[in-house]
């Protein structure tokens, strides 16, 4: 099995492993207790601390320990919101951050600032939403799913001057490096640098007003009530530092690979867009769709084969809408795959994974009778201009059918309908509104719009080629 | 050295340990992916909650699990508030809760029920501060400062009666056996029986209203948000199964310990108070207060004669204020100590503590220059009753001491003034309040009342014998 999912958690490093086991021994007691065991303990728990301000770029009493990069995420936003209410209730992010942002920021008053078609953020949009009442602003490091990284160091000195504070969510990026610039607070999670599930890091910048909202104790300066996972919180602070020293060489290493998937998987597979952009992105990981491809079958396929990726697909879990990222940057979104390889993936399991994949899209689009070759749609165009009209001269009925049914449905048609005459996809797949268009956009079709319907929607495409 | 504070953090179990090192290469992937290794970490998950629900009484699907004890209270707390909003913000506890308990309640209007001079609460008092605008109750199972176990089902049988659901905190007593009666929320902590620390549970019976409150993500049923510490959860869930395995012969074995301490002890040492109930408590756990002693210094010196303990005394830790438990329960707070013993605790090991206890107190004692003993109180008794005034016929200034010195310097003085004259002492530390009436209560004089003074509290006791 080849694991390529570091993006959702990183299988263990092997100095979590051995740093966890030996807290076990050293570091159960209560940190808060006087006897020997508890000033054993809280020795353990000071060491990490500073190691992992360290490697944050912070001092140790502005780092505290949470149970995960999701709490961080909560706590921070809460307290940054709460430490601010005078200002206001708004509160800015961009449209691609962490659901674990996005839910936090329900319950205020948000602006989401778009992206462009690779995923990246406009620092000069992303401060020109700031208003008087904002409150706070996030900006992630880098996207998880896509992998690009954002402008931060210029948004926090946008933020500055505007004198509003920036949060970056770091989770992606911390194993490869501090986040540059003037960022006021800041998230992470250990599991996705190779440290234990359990711990995440809020670090909140001295001068950063903040008050920790909802029920508080006297762990952790307050903001994270709770005994301390204290074997875990060592392991984490061991494995970041260890990850840190290994960050240049294998960034450059994984990165290589990265560019081997970019470069050659729309070689191997025909419609194929790969997502993201192609050089300011995290070095381990790419994502690509794939046209006529359902995404849950792709993954069980790639699964077979003995890859583990994820996909930012619908109908890939319990949800039917697919990733608010991909629909932010307005790209394809069926068959989505993305590969996140884990440090010391070696070069022989990328080159397995390119050998297999085009057989597993083949396989897969054969199943769904998807069109055979980008070819055959463009081949067919008899009949003349219908003129200008908007009206559909051709109705496909997609409805109840799921991603990427009602997109094979069009291109099957396509050439069926004189070049300039329209054809109307009726769908009530949530994908459709999403995938239509990215297909118009490959197959340099033209793209209407979309019109409500009696049952779902009408997306209304003309015929170019 | 001997860890006698199983009730701050009990060792890791060996099957907890085991378990824990298994999960680190079975189960660190994502449970809700849908490749191998997510499968595998579903499984591991889904076991590990059946496990955890059959110790605790309770369906699988009624049990989530949260990062910490603390947390799984401040999430039952609020969300059993919110579902009964319509109901009312008011919220009925024990006096002597945890303080996770307690915080949680501030938020809303709380009525804190009493206890006896055990720690006990009476269960148709605790029902009678039910209220049509109650929206539920909370009772823990056991004390964790003395060991006093709770009238549990009762008060859920009354609280059913009044439609008001009760939360019960069962963190100490889980190890020892399921809460029996018809409670309708449960919360516990792993590391409280042997288990790793980051793993709580929360237990909701199915038609308890809920509303988790904050944000929440689609992880554990939406009421614990963030990823599943997996490994911890797999290690809380086994040892949980193994210490049940053990709990009957383990916890006979310890009471009969337990008993030795609480009858030894007041032999041992003279002016000694055991608190807590002698025969409705925990097996493992036992707490006494000596007079003329401070807390601080008594764990440190048991702590050089190897034996880690901690103490509700005020002046042990941050606080300056004594454990709201024995303020509650209205014993002496000076010189407290919480033997709780871990499983597998040997018997020499409680003898060796029984037999350094008495030199260590003595130690403490004489560096405070406390009274040598109760004798020379009433010994000297000069003069006669002053008639039954108020007015003090001597007054000591203890403005500025800190417990036990006002306790202390009131003994030395008692002898110098005729039976049924008033000795007012003067004191600015919170602990007198509750140390002066105790002292009055063990040494059989009358404590008459308090009355504000210029400065600090006049304490009044009238000579007795």
């Not at 919180?233 to 290994?246: C, K, P, T, W, Y």
């Not at 790209?331 to 795959?337: C, D, T, Y």
């Not at 897969?364 to 908007?390: C, E, K, M, Y």
Request: charged share 20%; aromatic share 4%.
């Amino acid at each position: 099995m080849s694991y390529f999912d570091a993006a959702s958690a990183a299988p263990l490093h092997p100095v979590a492993r051995q740093a966890l086991v030996a807290a076990l021994d050293e570091g159960w007691a209560d940190p808060a207790r006087l006897y020997r065991e508890g000033r054993r303990a809280r020795l353990l728990l000071d060491a990490s601390r500073e190691a992992a301000a360290e490697a944050v770029g912070c001092r140790p009493d502005e780092l505290v320990f949470t149970p995960s990069g999701t709490r961080a995420v909560h706590t921070g936003v809460s307290g940054a919101m709460a430490g601010r209410r005078r200002t206001g209730r708004h509160l800015v992010v961009s449209a691609v951050e962490h659901s674990s942002v996005l839910h936090a920021a329900e319950t205020y008053e948000a602006t989401e600032v778009g992206v462009d078609r690779t995923g990246r953020v406009d620092a000069a949009a992303f401060a020109a939403a700031l208003r008087p009442d904002t409150a706070l602003a996030c900006l992630q490091s880098a996207n998880h799913e896509v992998g690009t990284v954002q402008p931060v160091a210029e948004a926090a000195e946008l933020c500055r001057a505007a004198g509003v504070p920036l949060l970056v969510d770091a989770a992606q990026s911390l194993a490869w490096g501090p986040v540059e610039g003037g960022w006021s607070l800041l998230t992470a999670s250990a599991h996705k640098w190779g440290g234990p599930p359990g711990v995440g890091l809020l670090a909140v910048r001295k001068g950063v007003r903040f008050a920790a909202q909802g029920p508080t104790d006297e762990r952790e300066s307050g903001r994270s009530p709770g005994f301390e996972n204290l074997p875990a919180i060592v392991a984490a602070a061991a494995s970041l530092r260890a990850v840190r020293e290994e960050a240049a060489a294998e960034g450059a290493r994984l990165s290589e690979l990265v560019d081997r998937i970019r470069s050659r998987v729309p070689v191997l597979v025909p419609d194929v867009e790969v997502v993201g952009h192609p050089t300011l992105r995290l070095p381990h990981l790419v994502t690509f769709s794939c046209l006529y491809v359902d995404g849950e079958a792709l993954l069980g396929g790639l699964d077979r084969a003995g890859f583990s990726v994820s996909s930012g697909s619908s109908c890939t879990s319990s949800t039917l809408t697919p990733s608010h990222v991909l629909r932010a940057m307005g790209v394809l979104s069926e068959g989505n795959v993305r590969v996140s390889l884990p440090p010391g993936t070696p070069a022989e399991d990328v080159e397995r994974f390119l050998g297999v994949l085009p057989e597993v899209v083949r396989s897969v689009r054969d199943q769904l009778d998807a069109p055979a070759s980008p070819a055959a749609v463009s081949a067919a165009a008899p009949g003349g201009v219908s003129g200008a009209s908007d009206e559909p001269a051709l109705t496909v009925d997609s409805l109840g059918k799921r991603c990427p049914i009602p997109v094979i449905e069009l291109a099957k048609v396509i050439g069926d309908v004189p070049v300039g005459a329209v054809i109307s996809v009726l769908s009530d797949d949530e994908a459709a509104r999403l995938d239509i268009p990215a297909w118009c956009q490959m197959r340099d079709q033209e793209y209407v719009g979309e019109r409500a319907a009696e049952r779902g929607t009408a997306y209304l495409v003309r015929r170019r080629t």
